[in-house]
Every structure is written in C-alpha cells, then in structure tokens.
C-alpha cells in the first residue's frame, strides 16, 4: 500500500496533534505517578523527613532591573 503525499502530511498531521493532546499530557501523568512512588518508597524505607531544611538566616541577593529611557525624575 502506497501513500499519497497528502495522505502522509495527514498522517503526520494528526499523530502529531494526538500527541500534542493526549499521550504527552499521558506521559507526564505516568511520569509523576513513578516519580511520587519512588519518593513514597524511599521514605518507607529510610524514614527520613520528606521535607528539606529551611536554612533560616539564608537571604537571596535580589535585583531589580528596570528598562527606561530618561525616566529619572519618574522613578
């Protein structure tokens, strides 16, 4: 059976709105479901905290950036 060039951009076409719709959004969904699994087995096996420390005199350096042209007076 020989395919036509638009029976294969039809094809394509719609494997790759499938995709797009249904088995990547699938494939995330299995993904996190054995990822979730894993950390739950961990933590039965090791029975260490799930949460990690919060390191409370850490400070992030922050900065702020602004674009603006002869805006002195403004900001």
């Known amino acids: ?3 036509a ?7 394509i076409g719609l494997g790759a ?4 719709y249904v088995f990547y959004p699938l494939l995330l969904f ?11 087995i961990i933590f039965l096996l090791t029975r260490r905290s799930r949460r990690g420390r919060v390191h409370r ?3 992030p350096r922050v900065a702020l950036l602004v674009a603006a042209y002869n805006e002195e007076n403004v900001i």
């Open 57 to 59: 005199d850490f400070e």
């Open 1 to 3: 059976m020989k395919l």
């Open 30 to 40: 299995v993904l996190a479901a054995v990822s979730q699994t894993l950390r739950d």
């Open 5 to 11: 060039a638009a029976e294969w951009v039809f094809w």
């Open 17 to 20: 709105t499938l995709y797009t």
